[in-house]
């Protein structure tokens, strides 16, 4: 039964203007918002206020990359650990291996070396999960002779194999030399030669952590192809091989490249625009399509990529993200999903030389807005099935099918259920035995990971939604979790994570790697864990909208009155809405503060709270109850000074010394935190011991044992990102001599022996045991990709990465 508007508002207690809006946000129909519990009714309106979070991600984490003088130099990854080998004298790195999650032998990383440093063996790492949320998938490819295999390209957290049809997953290599895989391809004619291509290109902002294209022979040792390694292959959207696999085609944010030669040295631009998808037409290696990543522009070859024609279509202009699928059954039909303001499909019957708009319409006969506001970002279409050139499926929010040819298009699946399918599809994939009748397996990576349909022909076909039926997850121990931060309780062991896309996650210890679960929904970001009360965490949605879970992280936040920094649902208006002051932060309020802002709970009173957007706010009763009109009172106590705050730390032992560091590198020390009016200096300005770096602050660490001695990090590709003070701040050391030029974003102080050091990086974990004079000359880490946070429990490391999960490390026998 088709819903209105006004019936929808009705039944679910909003204003009628906002059925529209939740309709092109979310990609859905007014039946499935209807289906909808109403806590996710009151997240997706949240989420109106905040229009373009992909994009804010992205922003956010360039930030941290860019260097003093505001860029990001291309291959920077690489560079930095070329440059680290030549001063280490290293040659080849030795194999690595991770207990409890195979890797294969070491490409273009560090693994552990023969002699532990400041008590750490890799294999003494135990990965904690999750093994069953899953991250965003952005390649899937089969082995067309033995289906069982299948390899998943991750956005942060590397190329993973599984030999059993997803039963288990594992890294194909735990230190490939650039973690952040944006497509994977399959040679047609030497099935064990994949490529890989690295650095994500969906997004207005610049591609982070590219490294041109990866390629293995036989499917589990990989390299580097040494010719891809430069600035055109920063951001490597999609990768094309011809049927004899002689001709490769790679699609970045430059534009697009050939190489014909067998070792892949020489490549050549046929194409200067930047481009999201490049395929071969499956029957003629003559033959070739192209869709522009923001051009609203599809593209022709007849002579095997070496020239292009723009394709021409008829009706409205296009614009935006344009992504292709040829049709199985007959490749003259070409399909287009464009961007546009919310999703349109155009058919091409001459293999892509023009175009026609097909409908689109939804069950209730109006345009679906099947992409919602983030085609740019989430946009997958596929045309598989060799008998059935009209049966299409579109991937956008949701999973949409059509059986015409895209005139009339109906959902499949149901974000909001878990049950169904994840939001935000990105690669849609068939079996290689798909045939129209015995088999119609396809496969959905997404940013929950990858998923199933065992028979697409009866999944989702339920008469309304949910559409749960006919889907499987195949999350299992895919360990791809892009965290920003964690905190652990070490009375309980729980541990709590604020992760991109897939919101606060809680891990217990008694259910194990499968057993974590949401506690508040949307992405998450810093986290925090009352020492004395088991009960009580504390985790971030965007822009420094703090929450408080009071059950132990057992339960999902359902009624939205877990803030703490004051927005609640006003039922009276019906929408989110703002406490009075002082009951709330006016920089959460005002969206100033970073997409993922800092804030710290106070070590020595655990009912204090520090909060940094532009400035820094203070609350002494975290732990107040809240009411629509109460809650935790917050006070600014250190005024803006022109830049966000981006790291915070409190001295153990004295609330009153507090250090602040911001977004420009600015650095800033109170010894009267707890006045009601602060009195803050800055420091490491002036003299020739000066702090040097005028770049994003990632990270304030104070020894434990003297509050002295404070530990300061910065982002960017830069040689000197790591400083200490041993006088407060008024002299400073660079410690940075022997570590990789990246990013460096946690320092972790051994409780008990603290001249022992663990330094989390762009490219996994570095140890030192002189106080951070002399560093590992080797990753210590789990994995080659960013650790954004170290934290202990007793005396027990924990490491939460952007792309790998959590992992721990009992160091109480150093």
């Not at 099935?385 to 699946?413: Q, Y």
Request: aromatic share 8%.
């Amino acid at each position: 039964m088709t819903i209105s508007d006004a019936q929808l508002a009705r039944e679910k207690n909003i204003r009628i203007e906002q059925v529209p809006l939740l309709r092109r946000s979310r990609g859905a129909t007014n039946e499935t918002l209807q289906g909808l519990p109403d806590a996710a009714i009151r997240r997706a309106l949240r989420r109106l206020n905040y229009p373009d979070l992909p994009n804010a991600r992205r922003l956010f984490r360039l930030e941290q990359e860019r260097g003093d003088d505001g860029t990001v130099p291309a291959n920077a990854q690489g560079t930095a650990l070329d440059r680290m080998r030549a001063r280490l004298g290293i040659a080849e790195p030795p194999a690595a291996q991770t207990a409890g999650v195979p890797t294969g032998p070491a490409a273009e990383g560090f693994a552990a070396g023969p002699t532990p440093t400041a008590g750490m063996q890799l294999t003494q790492w135990e990965w904690l999960g999750p093994g069953n949320i899953g991250g965003r998938t952005r390649g899937i490819v089969i082995h067309p002779e033995d289906p069982l295999r299948m390899w998943a390209a991750s956005a942060g957290g590397g190329v993973w194999h599984t030999g059993d049809g997803g039963r288990k997953w594992a890294p194909v290599d735990d230190f490939l030399g650039n973690l952040a895989c944006s497509c994977l391809t399959m040679d047609p004619a030497a099935p064990t030669t994949i490529y890989v291509g690295t650095g994500e290109g969906f997004s207005n902002a610049d591609a982070l952590r590219g490294n041109g294209v990866f390629r293995t022979t036989d499917g589990a040792n990989w390299a580097p192809i040494t010719a891809t390694q430069t600035a055109d292959f920063r951001a490597v959207t999609r990768i094309a091989v011809s049927r004899t696999g002689e001709v490769v085609l790679a699609a970045t944010t430059t534009g697009l490249f050939r190489c014909s030669d067998t070792e892949r040295k020489h490549w050549t631009q046929v194409l200067d625009v930047p481009l999201g998808i490049v395929l071969f037409d499956p029957t003629d290696d003559q033959r070739a399509v192209a869709g522009a990543l923001d051009a609203g522009a599809a593209f022709v070859s007849t002579d095997g990529g070496r020239t292009w024609q723009t394709a021409t279509h008829e009706s409205k202009p296009w614009s935006g993200r344009v992504e292709l699928a040829y049709a199985a059954k007959d490749p003259a039909i070409v399909y287009a999903s464009v961007q546009m303001t919310s999703g349109r499909i155009w058919r091409s019957t001459d293999g892509g030389r023009t175009y026609r708009l097909r409908r689109t319409l939804d069950s209730s006969g109006q345009v679906a807005d099947y992409l919602g506001d983030q085609g740019w970002y989430g946009n997958a279409v596929w045309a598989g099935d060799p008998t059935d050139a009209n049966l299409v499926v579109l991937g956008g929010v949701d999973l949409w099918r059509s059986t015409d040819g895209g005139d009339h298009i109906t959902e499949i699946s149901t974000w909001w259920h878990p049950r169904s399918v994840h939001a935000d599809h990105h690669a849609i994939v068939s079996h290689p035995s798909y045939d129209g009748t015995a088999n119609r397996t396809v496969l959905f990576g997404n940013d929950g990971g990858v998923f199933m349909a065992q028979d697409l022909s009866r999944t989702g076909t339920e008469p309304e939604p949910p559409f749960v039926e006919g889907w499987t997850e195949l999350d299992n121990n895919y360990g791809v979790t892009q965290f920003f931060s964690g905190a652990g309780n070490r009375i309980t062991g729980k541990i709590i994570g604020g992760a991109q896309d897939n919101g606060t996650l809680c891990f217990d210890p008694a259910l194990g790697a499968e057993g974590w679960q949401q506690i508040f929904g949307g992405d998450g970001g810093w986290c925090a864990s009352d020492p004395d009360d088991p009960d009580v965490f504390y985790g971030e949605y965007v822009f420094l909208n703090i929450h408080r879970n009071t059950d132990g992280g057992t339960s999902d936040d359902t009624d939205g009155d877990r803030y703490i920094s004051g927005q609640f649902w006003n039922e009276t208006i019906r929408e989110w809405d703002w406490k009075p002051l002082p009951f709330h932060i006016p920089d959460a309020k005002n969206n100033q503060a970073l997409f993922i802002a800092p804030f710290a709970l106070d070590p020595n009173n655990a009912d204090r709270l520090l909060a940094g957007g532009l400035s820094l706010w203070r609350t002494n009763n975290a732990k107040e109850p809240n009411t629509p009109s109460s809650g935790p009172t917050w006070q600014a106590i250190k005024p803006s000074a022109g830049s966000k705050i981006s790291a915070l730390a409190v001295t153990p032992g004295d609330s009153d010394l507090i250090w602040v560091g911001h977004v420009n590198g600015m650095l800033f020390r109170t010894a009267n935190g707890t006045a009601a009016t602060p009195s803050w200096a800055r420091v490491g300005v002036t003299g020739p011991d000066r702090l040097r770096p005028s770049r994003y602050c990632t990270c304030v660490t104070v020894d434990p044992r003297d509050p002295e001695t404070v530990f300061v990090a910065f982002g960017g590709f830069e040689a000197d990102n790591l400083w200490v003070t041993h006088d407060g701040g008024a002299r400073w050391s660079r410690l940075a001599e022997t570590l990789p030029d990246v990013p460096i974003r946690a320092v972790a102080i051994h409780p008990r022996r603290t001249e022992l050091l663990y330094c989390g990086t762009e490219v996994g974990l570095y140890a030192s045991e002189d106080r951070g004079v002399t560093w590992s000359a080797t990753n210590e880490g789990p994995a080659n990709c960013s650790v954004d946070q170290l934290f202990w429990m007793d005396e027990t490391l924990v490491s939460a990465t952007h792309g790998r999960g959590m992992f721990r490390i009992d160091l109480s026998t150093v």
